[in-house]
């Protein structure tokens, strides 16, 4: 039977789901000896994994960059080449057209919602004032940057992300023609999507990120203060894998799909509600909070206290 062609092809009564080929590139014994692949074309994925800073626990995929070109900042885990301004000079400002035309004139793009999220400084710091690593991007500032994502409720914005002192918050209502920040990236093209986002396991209710080779809880996560939600990964059957454990923020945006929103995630792949979802991502300055993500538009500008009881949570581990 023929693949899903993404989420918006579901109908109502059906699940959208199809069988894989019996050639299926995914073997494993107990939950994967049926697999459902699911395609997802939307480029505000990562192909790659999600990069994790060095001082959070429990993780993969360490942040690891290379500056030593003049004015440029090569990030070893996603391959992408961040471009930055040189001699003290600040990340310019234009119009969604400007940009993109200041970048290609470099022989760059604009990045995605996704990739710009990867470089965004999530862990507390003592230089998280503007969002980002001063020694790596000396040239940001405290403001909105542009994406090259447009949102699904108006033609007239795109996705920008916040880079400053708490240094989470996405949002949706960028206007185009106005002037924001921007920063280009060179690197593999987000227009090249995988054939198939996403592999699923009806028999355990978990589903494989192609992409980012993480493992995801598939059903609605429970509210919970952190501490239970953390109880409840760690309750998961490990199946001779990696431990369950609550996503950091950049993990969690990773499923994040912006082009639909109530809910914004893949309705064909995960079973979700359009609640707040807690990260084990702590912002800078609030130690007793959380970075939390909202599923109705993926929009993300919440720090809740770990003792709140209405965040759910949905729990990760890598496939590797």
């Not at 959070?56 to 290379?66: I, L």
């Not at 470089?119 to 542009?146: K, M």
């Not at 939390?292 to 729990?315: A, H, I, K, L």
């Amino acid at each position: 039977m023929p693949q899903s062609d993404g989420a918006d092809d579901l109908d109502e009564g059906d699940s959208g789901l199809r069988d894989a080929p019996e050639d299926a590139p995914i073997v494993d014994a107990g939950c994967w000896a049926d697999v459902i692949l699911v395609a997802n074309d939307w480029t505000d994925f990562l192909n790659t994994p999600v990069p994790q800073p060095a001082a959070a626990t429990g993780v993969s995929n360490r942040a690891s960059y290379d500056a030593s070109v003049p004015g440029e900042v090569y990030d070893n885990v996603t391959k992408l080449t961040w471009l930055v301004e040189a001699d003290g000079g600040t990340s310019p400002t234009g119009t969604q057209a400007e940009a993109i035309a200041a970048c290609a004139a470099r022989g760059a793009r604009l990045p995605t919602r996704m990739e710009l999220v990867t470089i965004q400084n999530w862990y507390p710091a003592p230089d998280a004032s503007t969002g980002a690593d001063p020694v790596l991007f000396p040239d940001t500032v405290e403001a909105y940057y542009r994406t090259s994502v447009p949102t699904s409720s108006n033609v007239k914005w795109g996705w920008a992300v916040f880079f400053g002192s708490i240094g989470f918050a996405t949002i949706s209502n960028a206007d185009l023609t106005a002037k924001y920040r921007y920063r280009c990236v060179r690197g593999p093209s987000p227009e090249q999507p995988l054939t198939h986002r996403y592999a699923v396991s009806p028999a355990c209710d978990v589903v494989r990120d192609l992409g980012t080779r993480l493992e995801w809880e598939r059903g609605r996560g429970k509210a919970a203060k952190y501490s239970l939600a953390e109880a409840h990964c760690e309750s998961l059957p490990k199946l001779g894998r990696n431990d369950w454990r609550i996503p950091t923020y950049s993990e969690l945006e990773s499923i994040v799909y912006t082009k639909r929103e109530n809910p914004a995630i893949d309705p064909l792949v995960f079973e979700t509600e359009q609640g707040i979802y807690w990260t084990s991502t702590l912002p800078g300055r609030f130690p007793n909070n959380r970075i939390v993500v909202p599923f109705s538009d993926g929009q993300t500008t919440e720090v809740r206290n770990d003792e709140v009881t209405d965040v759910g949570v949905r729990c990760v581990r890598t496939m590797d």
